[in-house]
């Protein structure tokens, strides 16, 4: 099947309020504008210089996502147009994001990853560090900044089981803060889990934001 093909039967099967994100690392233009131009307009990146190198060649209308792990001197790069940073697994980064949107006028959309998977390798947030951040003085200093939810990688395995209790400890984890910390903010409501491999399970617990690359675009080849 074409990208195109793909792209509008995963969205034909999309549930009600669930967003697409289409994740265009290691693909080249001529494949994303096959997508674009089929009609979808958001697209995700895990490497800034991608991000970077593809918002300038590829039509300004695109909403682009920041997906993977973000080094703090690479926020400058993207703090211009970034749509949303799902990345966000520390505090100093947020620090750096506040400072950047500040700097463009601008302010940014971020969630916050949390570590669910039980791999070591995975980054993010813990639920007493997040709490510790949240209730701190610097993070309400933060006016560029716009918290709208969280973020998880479940474990990469074929155990849907498992996959299904790490998304369920991250939908545990957004309706405490949710709760606790936002009980007042219409806008905290995302939760971005669901890859190519166990999007199923991410329908099923709950997910508003899929990362779906390889089921769009084919199999990755790196070189
Ligand atoms: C690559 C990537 C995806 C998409 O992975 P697929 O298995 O190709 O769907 C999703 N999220 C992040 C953070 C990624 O790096």
Do not use: C
Not at 118 to 143: D, I, M, P, V
């Amino acid at each position: 099947m074409s990208i195109a093909e793909n792209l509008n039967h995963f969205k034909n099967n999309l549930p009600p309020g669930v967003k697409l994100i289409a994740i265009t690392k290691t693909r080249p233009n001529e494949d994303i504008l096959e997508a674009y131009n089929a009609g979808h307009k958001i697209f995700g990146e895990n490497k800034v210089q991608e991000l970077v190198k593809k918002y300038e060649e590829l039509p300004g209308d695109i909403e682009w996502h920041m997906v993977g792990h973000l080094q703090s001197n690479k926020v400058k790069y993207i703090a211009p147009f970034v749509h949303l940073v799902h990345g966000v697994d520390r505090a100093r980064l947020l620090k750096v994001i506040d400072k950047e949107g500040r700097k463009n006028n601008r302010v940014i959309d971020i969630l916050m990853q949390f570590h669910i998977a039980r791999e070591e390798t995975k980054f993010g947030f813990n639920f007493q560090e997040a709490k510790e951040l949240l209730e701190s003085e610097s993070f309400k200093g933060y006016e560029y900044i716009r918290v709208k939810g969280v973020m998880g990688m479940a474990t990469f395995t074929e155990d849907m089981e498992q996959v299904r209790d790490e998304f369920r400890e991250l939908v545990n984890v957004f309706n405490t803060l949710k709760e606790k910390h936002f009980s007042n903010d219409p806008g905290f409501r995302e939760i971005s889990m669901g890859m190519s491999n166990d999007y199923r399970v991410a329908f099923e617990e709950g997910t508003t934001m899929v990362r779906i690359g390889s089921l769009i675009f084919g199999e990755r080849n790196y070189h």
